[in-house]
């Protein structure tokens, strides 16, 4: 009798786990998160994070000798993409200007410096951060990273990490990613709220919405717009606020405006701790964790849950869409506007259509550094850099950078501006009005 054996099917060896060093954890956490650009300044302290970031095949290292200029475009980059990461060699008065400028203007932003050394300015530093950890032991790293990475995003704030040389390169144990669980709005606060809020928009009888850049940050504009509709609003907001779809929204009515808020006899105000313009009628101040109904506050409630709460509210009859006003024709769509002087901004962003980055309390050189950075991170978006003519002779760098690069960023100079020519021959240099009702005449220098 003949048996017929079946061939042995060989095991698989089982996978091993992941090993990863301390650099190498941290890029795929940030990766994880959407980052595809990592800005660095060369120096010694960080040699081996940035061979780290070279050989990554999802991070792009972008390396910039200047500090300020290094971390406007990382500012750009943060604004656009929703989270940035810059390393600096170490905590210095410069670095202390990035940083400042990002907690105040709530940038989601991981500065990371190659030096743990004892320095005057540390306090500073950790008091404009909304958390801070040095990884000195690789066994913990992982998850300081973690806790970290999580600070930044929830809080939508910039985070400090000291990762000294010679820990980049040391490997940590088998880790597994756990995401924090952050304190909830309290239920009985919310409720509270919601009653207050619902009898004063049904009372209302010219309600304003006015949105400032934190609505953007928490990705909260979808929710309001929501609740816009429902109850037949118009909305407002600020430059840093502006998105495509608000302004291609029927609800939308530009820049908040004095004439505006007289005719309003309520205005909601999301993401910032004032009232813009002053208001006889209700106000209503939604921050990151707090509401405030005049002088009535409202402690412990997330912005975003009070926006939800706030869509479940049904109005007591049909409200009609106010005629509060209309923002001016877009010349140019599909564009990001990028500028240090808001009086600027404020003649040239009603004629295009895009969304707005605005630092007033920048560098000369940050239109065209965060507009490098912007381009990184909206690629198939064209930056227009607008700048006067003393802002682009201290941005040669930068414009030499964007010319090397072959970025299309078009540059809107106010003033003569003839003296761009000779820089560099091959870049086309042409003069336009936009629009002729300017005071002054615009040299618009493209590139790419």
């Known amino acids: 009798m003949t048996m017929i054996t079946k061939p042995l099917k060989r095991r698989k060896t089982p996978a091993r786990p992941e090993k990863l060093t301390v650099g190498q954890y941290l890029l795929k956490r940030l990766s994880f998160f959407g980052l595809t650009h990592f800005f660095a300044t060369p120096h010694a302290n960080l040699e081996a994070l940035q061979r780290t970031i070279e050989s990554d095949s999802k991070i792009t290292l972008v390396s910039n000798p200047s500090i300020e200029s290094c971390g406007e475009m990382a500012d750009g980059y943060a604004k656009a993409r929703g989270i940035s990461a810059i390393a600096l060699y170490d905590q210095n008065a410069k670095a202390l200007d990035i940083l400042m400028r990002a907690f105040q203007e709530s940038v989601p932003q991981v500065i990371i410096f190659g030096s ?3 320095n005057a300015l540390e306090k500073l530093f950790r008091n404009f951060s909304v958390s801070w950890t040095e990884l000195s032991d690789p066994s913990l790293a992982a998850k300081k990273i973690d806790r970290v990475l999580d600070y930044c995003l929830f809080f939508k704030k910039p985070v400090c990490i000291e990762l000294p040389q010679v820990v980049v390169d040391c490997y940590i144990p088998q880790h597994v990613y756990n995401p924090m669980e952050f304190g909830v709005s309290d239920p009985d606060t919310l409720d509270e709220l919601l009653l207050e809020l619902e009898a004063l928009f049904n009372k209302a009888k010219h309600p304003l919405i006015h949105l400032e850049r934190d609505v953007v ?5 979808s929710i309001l717009l929501h609740f ?17 779809l608000l302004e291609s929204h029927p609800h939308y009515c530009g820049n908040i405006t004095e004439e505006l808020v007289a005719r309003a006899d309520l205005v ?3 993401g910032k701790e004032h009232i813009p313009l002053h208001h006889k009628g209700s106000n209503i101040l939604i921050g990151t964790q707090e509401v405030v109904i005049n002088d009535r506050s409202y402690p412990h409630l997330l912005l975003k849950e009070v926006l939800l709460a706030l869509c ?10 106010w005629q509060a006003g209309s923002p001016s024709e877009s010349l140019l769509e599909d564009v990001v506007l990028i500028a240090r002087d808001k009086e600027l901004l404020d003649d040239i962003s009603p004629y295009f259509s895009g969304d707005v980055l605005l630092s007033e309390t920048a560098s000369p050189h940050y239109s065209l550094a965060a507009a490098i950075g912007a381009i990184k991170a909206w690629p198939r978006k064209r930056p227009i850099a607008i700048l ?3 802002d682009l002779r201290a941005s040669l760098s930068e414009l030499y950078i964007a010319h090397e690069e072959c970025l299309p960023i078009l540059i809107c100079v106010a003033g003569n501006g003839s003296w761009v020519k000779g820089i560099f021959p091959d870049i086309p240099v042409y ?13 618009v220098v493209s590139l790419g």
Do not use: G, M, N
């Not at 479940?312 to 869409?321: A, D, G, I, N, R």
């Open 268 to 270: 909601l105000v999301v």
């Open 217 to 221: 940050a928490h990705k909260a504009e």
């Open 312 to 321: 479940s509210l049904e109005p007591h009859k049909k409200h009609k869409l």
């Open 388 to 390: 006067d003519e003393s």
């Open 431 to 443: 003069r336009r009005r936009i629009p002729d009702t300017l005071p002054y005449e615009l040299v």
């Open 116 to 118: 743990s050394e004892v």
């Open 228 to 244: 816009a509709e429902r109850w037949a609003i118009p909305i407002t907001s600020s430059h840093t606020a502006k998105t495509f």
